[in-house]
């Protein structure tokens, strides 16, 4: 877990119906990158670990017999619940728990997905549980974008949003120091994944770099969405002055497009597979 920072429930309080509008997709090959790269067979079980509004188990739960779904954020979990109603998916259940707090039921899962969750959590602990949690041979899977800009040949019919302004904005509204939940991220994200990966007993990892797909239309609308979506610009951190921060952030998004239209290529998609193995 970052230092200097302890998990709580405001983490992403207010974030998750904005999120699946307001953040940019996964690539759109990767679940049958999965497919092949983890030989799903349709005969298994998906556990993922911290699903927020079930982005990763709804994309993946045609590869699986059952996939459980498992964030504390409550906000996130009757997301997940409603976009599985709407999207005809019923072989997916949502469990309200910290990954920390998972009861080791040994062997009952093929593969654990994290997407862009396992840094908030008490690593080592966790990848403990889920070794423990996956059959032999089954495959820890971190899912995350690549975070620099991807290149676009050709011009964009609209400008790409001035996420420097925007973040300077949040920045005049919250301070300089990254926030998350009651207290702030002053190291950033952690690193060493490997280290704790290896440690736990995990073999690997293979990387995946899945193609982005096509250059994506963004509204207004949308852009507000990412910013509110994010847990250091989620909106209880603004207090009484999210209504201030929401106009001035609409002013901004105007003057960099009038017709409040943007255009963004949306990122690669990289996958870190680590396997138990066989023989643990
Ligand atoms: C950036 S969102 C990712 C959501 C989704 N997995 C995706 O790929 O878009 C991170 C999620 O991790 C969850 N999370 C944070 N700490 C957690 C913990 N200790 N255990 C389980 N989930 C956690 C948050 O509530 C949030 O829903």
């Not at 690193?191 to 990387?207: K, Q």
């Not at 999210?242 to 990289?270: C, I, K, N, V, Y």
């Amino acid at each position: 877990m970052p230092e200097g920072w302890q998990w709580d429930e405001t983490l992403y309080l207010e974030s998750a119906p904005y999120y699946v509008r307001g953040r940019l997709p996964y690539a759109p090959g990767l679940a049958e990158r999965l497919r092949v790269v983890l030989a799903l067979d349709g005969q298994s079980r998906l556990l993922d670990v911290g699903c927020g509004p079930g982005v990763l188990a709804l994309t993946l739960a045609y590869l699986f017999t059952e996939v459980i779904g498992v964030d504390p954020d409550v906000g996130m979990l009757a997301e997940a619940e409603r976009r599985a109603e709407e999207a005809g998916v019923g072989n997916a259940r949502w469990v309200r728990k910290r990954a920390e707090e998972l009861p080791a039921d040994p062997g009952s899962f093929r593969v654990a997905t994290f997407g862009q969750s396992f840094h908030w959590m008490d690593r080592d602990r966790v990848a403990a549980i889920v070794f423990a949690l996956l059959e032999r041979g089954g495959a820890f899977v971190h899912v995350s974008d690549i975070k620099e800009a991807r290149a676009v040949s050709g011009d964009l019919p609209y400008p790409t949003p001035p996420h420097d302004e925007i973040q300077e904005l949040v920045r005049r509204y919250l301070g300089p120091v990254r926030r998350a939940g009651q207290g702030v991220l002053p190291h950033g994200t952690p690193d060493g994944e490997a280290v704790v990966l290896g440690r736990a007993g995990f073999a690997g990892p293979e990387r995946l770099l899945v193609p982005a797909g096509e250059v994506l239309a963004r509204s207004a609308d949308d852009v507000v969405a990412g910013v509110f979506s994010r847990s250091d610009s989620a909106p209880h951190l603004f207090g009484d002055r999210a209504g201030d921060f929401e106009a001035a952030l609409r002013g901004l998004l105007h003057d960099a497009s009038p017709a409040d239209r943007f255009a963004e290529a949306a990122p690669d998609t990289e996958v870190f597979v680590w396997r138990k193995p066989e023989c643990a």
